[in-house]
């Protein structure tokens, strides 16, 4: 049982790579990770394709066994949730700076990942696909700048934050509803700073 176990070679996707760093993001709160050694596991997280390479990631840390947590049993895998059409647009602000302004295509789903880098993104005179879009995050030690339109509603309700990560909302309510919806989920650490504004 030491060694390696059953399922070690199954593939792992975004949902398993964003739990992992959500449970490096607990553990470098929590004190167990310094700063260096968190940045290096977290960039391990992404090159991840099995659940063996994630194990790794968390290796000796108290909170490894939450990682793949359902029950095992043998017979082909049936996924529950519907799988999306299109993968998430892949942003990358490692040591680096993403920016998005002007008239561009707002995608369903946006993934940003990365440390040490800037996120800029304007969405004042961006085209969304339909009512709502989600930016996850998996970032650490990055600044994010959001700016939104008139109608445009902000929710960061299921974004966890730690290591004196915070988000400043200077956007208040929209001045019109009906407009859409900017759903912020995944993990910011490591004295993330998130600013909203409103145009």
Same mark, same amino acid.
């Given at each position: ?5 059953? +399922? ?6 975004? !949902? ?14 929590? #004190? ?20 063996? +390479? ?7 840390? !108290?909170?490894? #066994? ?5 029950? $095992?049993?043998?017979?082909?895998? $049936?996924? &529950? ?15 680096? $700076? ?21 996120? +800029? ?50 956007? #208040? ?5 009906? &407009? !859409? ?19």
């Amino acid at each position: 049982m030491v060694d390696r176990l059953p +399922d070690d070679d199954l593939r792992v996707g975004n !949902p398993e790579r964003e739990r992992t760093v959500t449970l490096l993001n607990d553990a470098f709160s929590a #004190g167990y990770l310094e700063i260096a050694e968190f940045e290096e596991r977290s960039g391990l997280v992404y090159a991840a394709k099995t659940r063996a +390479d994630l194990r790794a990631v968390l290796e000796n840390l !108290p909170n490894a #066994g939450r990682l793949f947590n359902e029950p $095992t049993h043998a017979g082909p895998a $049936t996924p &529950g949730v519907a799988v999306p059409t299109t993968p998430p647009l892949h942003l990358e602000a490692e040591w680096d $700076t993403v920016r998005r302004k002007g008239t561009w295509d707002v995608p369903p789903s946006t993934l940003v990942t990365g440390s040490m880098g800037t996120v +800029d993104l304007d969405f004042t005179h961006a085209s969304f696909p339909g009512p709502s879009t989600t930016l996850q995050f998996q970032v650490s030690i990055t600044t994010v700048k959001l700016r939104i339109g008139p109608d445009h509603e902000i929710r960061y309700g299921d974004l966890q934050l730690s290591g004196w990560s915070k988000v400043k909302d200077k956007a #208040g309510a929209p001045t019109r509803p009906g &407009g !859409p919806v900017i759903e912020l989920t995944g993990s910011a650490s490591g004295m993330t700073g998130i600013v909203i504004k409103r145009s």
